[in-house]
């Protein structure tokens, strides 16, 4: 079985610096996909970012990137320019090549202070 | 084209009462997931149905069941409620078309059980 760990579990950044999440998991497989999801207080879960184990480039969308070290099995989200839209919850979750099922880790609740 | 809707928004029910959730997918999606969010236990897999059929399923006992019907609309259920069902429900869907599928989710259903 996967697990995915999150070992922050509140963070707070000044509007327009940098912050990075972190994430660590544990499997026995070579190739599955990492993602992170922001819920903001609406409760809507919304794909931020993915990487597939099997591309050595990190993954970057605008203003999101990974840091993804698959022998470390770290997953590391940075947010850069932080605007106050991006303050919510944060989860990493891992899906294994074979299924559509999500394994989370249990969350960052991040504050973007103005 | 519509996102992922979920029916009821918020519930309310009392212990030992049965309970069904509904979710519509982005249509076109053959796959629904769904996910149990609570404070103490985070996000959890619930079971996935694709094609009408339980593909996956959670750690969850058997109060929890689901089906899907032909048009891909998924039902869950959870007959004897217990307190500590109390949580927001989450569903997602996908393609299923292999290799990665990006699972949507809907806005969740909030149950509580007194």
């Known amino acids: 079985a996967q697990t995915v760990t999150q070992s922050q579990p509140e963070m707070s950044v000044q509007e327009a610096e940098t912050v990075t999440l972190s994430c660590t998991y544990d499997t026995s497989e070579n190739n599955y996909y990492l993602f992170w999801y922001k819920q903001p207080p609406s409760r809507q879960m919304i794909l931020v970012i993915r990487?597939?184990?099997?591309?050595?480039q990190n993954a970057t969308e605008n203003r999101f990137s990974v840091n993804f070290q698959k022998a470390a099995k770290s997953f590391s989200l940075k947010i850069s320019d932080s605007q106050l839209g991006d303050t919510a919850m944060y989860f990493c979750a891992f899906m294994n090549n074979a299924g559509n099922m999500l394994t989370f880790g249990g969350g960052t609740r991040l504050m973007v202070k103005p | 084209k519509a996102g992922v809707t979920q029916t009821p928004r918020y519930l309310i029910k009392t212990r030992g009462q049965q309970v069904t959730l509904s979710c519509s997918p982005i249509s076109g999606h053959r796959s629904v997931s769904w996910y149990q969010q609570t404070p103490g236990q985070g996000l959890q897999f619930l079971f996935e149905y694709f094609s009408e059929t339980q593909r996956n399923k959670g750690n969850f006992p058997g109060r929890f069941s689901g089906r899907q019907f032909s048009n891909s609309r998924s039902e869950m259920n959870v007959s004897t409620l217990e307190l500590g069902d109390s949580a927001l429900y989450l569903c997602?869907?996908?393609?299923?078309?292999?290799?990665?599928?990006?699972?949507?989710f809907g806005p969740g259903t909030r149950l509580t059980v007194l």
């Open positions: 990487q597939e184990a099997y591309k050595q």
């Open positions: 997602a869907s996908s393609l299923a078309e292999g290799g990665f599928n990006e699972q949507f």
